[in-house]
């Protein structure tokens, strides 16, 4: 079994920065992709930044130059450093990462943490 645990959520004023940390614990053999993915209230999940294995990311274009995501692979884990927060980037975070493990290779996620960035 692999958990993913974030931490690093919060309030903040507009303009502000956070940092989000996600770490997977369990039976890992390698983690393949790693991402993070917001779900405002009423809205659909959408993803933020990805980032792979060989340090490939990927970036949602309301958070390109803004938003930088970076990995420890030899820790497992992975962050999501947040500048020039908006009133937009209000939501629930989510970690993911495609982990490979003893028996199977599937998508895990994390529980979640709250940002929320004021006006």
């Known amino acids: 079994q692999v958990q993913l645990v974030e931490s690093g959520g919060g309030l903040v004023q507009a303009g502000g920065s956070l940092r989000l940390s996600c770490r997977a614990a369990g039976s890992i053999i390698s983690i393949h992709v790693m991402g993070w993915y917001r779900q405002a209230p009423g809205e659909q999940r959408e993803l933020v930044a990805t980032i792979s294995s060989g340090g490939s990311t990927h970036y949602v274009d309301s958070v390109k130059g803004r938003f930088n995501i970076s990995s420890d692979n030899a820790k497992n884990m992975w962050y999501l450093q947040m500048n020039s927060l908006k009133p937009e980037d209000t939501a629930v975070y989510y970690c993911?990462?495609?982990?490979?493990?003893?028996?199977?290779?599937?998508?895990?996620w994390g529980q979640g943490t709250q940002v929320t960035v004021s006006s």
């Open positions: 993911n990462a495609d982990v490979s493990t003893t028996f199977v290779l599937r998508t895990y």
